[in-house]
T-cell receptor, first 112, second 113 residues
Framework: DQQVKQNSPSLSVQEGRISILNCDYT??????FLWYKKYPAEGPTFLIS?????DKNEDGRFTVFLNKSAKHLSLHIVPSQPGDSAVYFC???????????FGQGTRLTINP | KAGVTQTPRYLIKTRGQQVTLSCSPI?????VSWYQQTPGQGLQFLFE???????NKGNFPGRFSGRQFSNSRSEMNVSTLELGDSALYLC????????????FGPGTRLLVL
């Protein structure tokens, strides 16, 4: 039972444009969401997070949007840069549970 | 500040053997979690330790165990290895239990032959 889903295995975007990565979840108990970036042969790197009491959080070029009614979150990267090419994972948790449930990941490729 | 470190980085074992992986969290971090990453199942939570006690556990068989020491360093052990245990094992640390942002190490790549 996949509680967190990233339905796009891959995404290709032109350098300088906006990258939008999507994530859906099924468990309404989730109240904290995170995005991680992963390069080959490295562990995931934390990017940005959002609590369920918010619907938007920004950090530089990265913005996460949360739509609780649709159980959907998205990560916007503007402008996209070649160094953004990586696999992106969304993760969800219930505060206090200290357990992250991950999606399957989306491979983002930024083309020059 | 140094990040999460894991040793060894690569390991080859045969079926039936056991293996111990080590993780040193970021200095000052007291919660350590372990995850398994495989192509088929993705990233899955194994367990979490805080104050030398297992606080949360994922859905893995009892062959997977762990412990945490008083300096917050952690080890995980897999006994009676199976081919399906071949995976990337990731350790993550966070400042305290209940702080949900976790910082990951580079992982240990285990191959079971």
């Amino acid at each position: 039972d996949q509680q967190v889903k990233q339905n796009s295995p891959s995404l290709s975007v032109q350098e300088g444009r906006i990258s939008i990565l999507n994530c859906d979840y099924t468990n309404s108990m989730f109240d904290y969401f995170l995005w991680y970036k992963k390069y080959p042969a490295e562990g995931p790197t934390f990017l940005i997070s959002i609590s369920s009491i918010k619907d938007k959080n920004e950090d530089g070029r990265f913005t996460v949007f949360l739509n609780k009614s649709a159980k959907h979150l998205s990560l916007h990267i503007v402008p996209s840069q070649p160094g953004d090419s990586a696999v992106y994972f969304c993760a969800a948790s219930i505060q206090g549970a200290q357990k992250l449930v991950f999606g399957q990941g989306t491979r983002l490729t930024i083309n020059p | 500040k140094a990040g999460v470190t894991q040793t060894p980085r690569y390991l080859i074992k045969t079926r039936g053997q056991q293996v111990t992986l080590s993780c040193s969290p970021i200095s000052g971090h007291r919660s350590v979690s372990w995850y398994q990453q495989t192509p088929g199942q993705g990233l899955q939570f194994l367990f979490e330790y805080f104050s030398e006690t297992q606080r949360n556990k994922g859905n893995f068989p009892g062959r997977f165990s762990g412990r945490q020491f008083s300096n917050s360093r952690s080890e995980m052990n897999v006994s009676t290895l199976e081919l399906g245990d071949s995976a990337l094992y990731l350790c993550a640390s966070s400042l305290e239990q209940g702080v949900l942002v976790q910082y990951f190490g580079p992982g240990t790549r285990l191959l079971v032959l």
